[in-house]
């Protein structure tokens, strides 16, 4: 059965575009940057000459990763530009920032799509923590997330 997660893996149309994005915007960090093709790919993901370039990115020395992939074959279909978090199948990853106002306003000024200020979450379990939607380049929605201050932090 499971013992953990490794990572989470998102398709991309331009992996250096979204390099550009997630380390340099976000400060993620790479941790492997290759590529793959042969039977062992094909066979895995069920694909015939699949070619890909993947990398794996971390936060500052954090699991799981996040797994960035761009399939140079076989061609794939580009996202949905009016695809919503409602729809089934739908994912986001959320990353924890440790100042959700000042990343998002960074993020806003740079172009990065953000649905609106980060909010508190200010009932149940979770309240006290603190989130805002964004999109990478490619519209996949990320969901910055800011954890409750400690007393003393």
Same mark, same amino acid.
């Given at each position: 059965?499971?013992?953990?997660?490794?990572?989470? *893996?998102?398709?991309?149309?331009?992996?250096?575009? *979204?390099?550009?994005? $997630?380390?340099? &915007?976000?400060?993620?960090?790479? %941790? &492997?940057?290759? %590529?793959?093709? !042969?039977?062992?790919?094909?066979?895995?993901?069920?694909?015939?000459?699949?070619?890909?370039?993947?990398? /794996?990115?971390?936060?500052?020395?954090?699991?799981?990763?996040?797994? &960035?992939?761009? $399939? $140079?074959?076989?061609? !794939?279909?580009?996202?949905?530009?009016?695809?919503?978090?409602?729809?089934?199948? #739908?994912?986001?990853?959320?990353?924890?920032?440790?100042?959700? =106002?000042?990343?998002? #306003?960074? &993020?806003? #000024?740079?172009?990065?799509?953000?649905?609106?200020?980060? =909010? %508190?979450?200010?009932?149940?379990? /979770?309240?006290?923590?603190?989130?805002? $939607?964004?999109?990478?380049?490619?519209? /996949?929605?990320?969901?910055?997330?800011?954890?409750? /201050?400690?007393?003393?932090?």
């Amino acid at each position: 059965m499971v013992a953990g997660m490794h990572h989470v *893996s998102r398709g991309v149309s331009d992996m250096d575009r *979204s390099l550009a994005f $997630y380390c340099g &915007l976000l400060g993620m960090e790479v %941790e &492997l940057d290759t %590529e793959m093709s !042969g039977p062992m790919l094909d066979q895995n993901v069920g694909l015939q000459g699949a070619h890909i370039r993947f990398v /794996l990115l971390r936060g500052h020395g954090t699991m799981p990763f996040l797994e &960035l992939l761009q $399939y $140079y074959a076989p061609p !794939g279909a580009p996202a949905n530009p009016a695809a919503s978090p409602a729809d089934v199948g #739908a994912h986001h990853i959320a990353l924890i920032v440790r100042d959700i =106002q000042a990343t998002a #306003a960074e &993020l806003a #000024a740079a172009g990065v799509r953000v649905t609106g200020p980060p =909010q %508190e979450v200010d009932s149940g379990t /979770l309240r006290g923590h603190w989130t805002a $939607y964004c999109f990478d380049p490619d519209g /996949l929605v990320i969901e910055l997330w800011q954890l409750p /201050l400690q007393p003393g932090v």
